[in-house]
């Protein structure tokens, strides 16, 4: 068996939960490859604030790639083929994000990912994201995987029931986090980002996370 770069050179994969896996630096070689693609996917589909149902304006910029974009306005959340502010389809996944998701899911355990839909999330220092779940895709059996880029970021990792008592679980520049199964509905979030000047991405953080929405 050929060892992978990960084993000889890397922190191991982490089991989280039973069907949680952080992949400490799992994206680290591929940084620049993922950044040149999400250049033109960013010209095209702009980062925006969306509101949430109440109308509260979202602290995290967003944008989308892939077949369908998560959106959330007046009428609640959703995905939707169109980006709302062109009236245009989301730009196309870039094949070195797809390729990547799947082999980060195949590590964890989930073979046969095939992702429809990435959402980008920009997080400024101060930024958080409130305790949430992914429930607006349409097949939980399907895994979620999160690459994070940037400034770190304290996840919480929480349960099934908003109230559980939630791990913290530390999101470095190039860490992959894939969770699914029986954890796929776990509340999530991110306490605010620490001030920070990252040596490649700068003052932000840049989260992707890829579903299989449709
Ligand atoms: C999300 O839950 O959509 C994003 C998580 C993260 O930014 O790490
Ligand atoms: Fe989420």
């Known amino acids: 068996m050929i060892q992978s770069d990960l084993d000889l050179f890397g922190p191991q994969p982490q089991r989280l939960a039973s069907h949680t896996v952080l992949l400490p630096g799992f994206a680290l070689g591929e940084v620049e490859a993922l950044l040149d693609a999400l250049r033109p996917v960013l010209r095209a589909a702009p980062w925006r604030h969306m509101h949430t149902p109440g109308g509260q304006r979202m602290a995290v910029a967003l944008s989308n790639c892939g077949a369908l974009g998560w959106v959330s306005d007046e009428r609640g959340y959703r995905y939707s083929p169109l980006d709302p502010l062109s009236g ?21 355990g989930f073979e046969g990912f095939v992702p429809d839909a990435c959402l980008i999330n920009h997080y400024l220092p101060g930024t958080r994201l409130s305790l949430h779940q992914d429930r607006d895709e349409r097949d939980f059996g399907q895994p979620i995987v999160s690459i994070s880029l940037g400034l770190p970021a304290v996840f919480l990792f929480g349960g099934l029931q908003r109230a559980d008592r939630a791990q913290r679980i530390a999101l470095n520049h190039g860490d992959v986090l894939v969770w699914g199964g029986e954890d796929r509905l776990r509340f999530h979030g991110v306490l605010p980002v620490k001030p920070g000047v990252h040596p490649r991405l700068g003052e932000r953080r840049i989260n992707l ?3 299989k929405a449709g």
Do not use: E
């Open 209 to 211: 996370t890829l579903r």
């Open 88 to 108: 245009q389809p989301w730009p196309a996944l870039p094949a070195v994000l797809l390729a990547l998701a799947g082999r980060a899911a195949a590590q964890a």
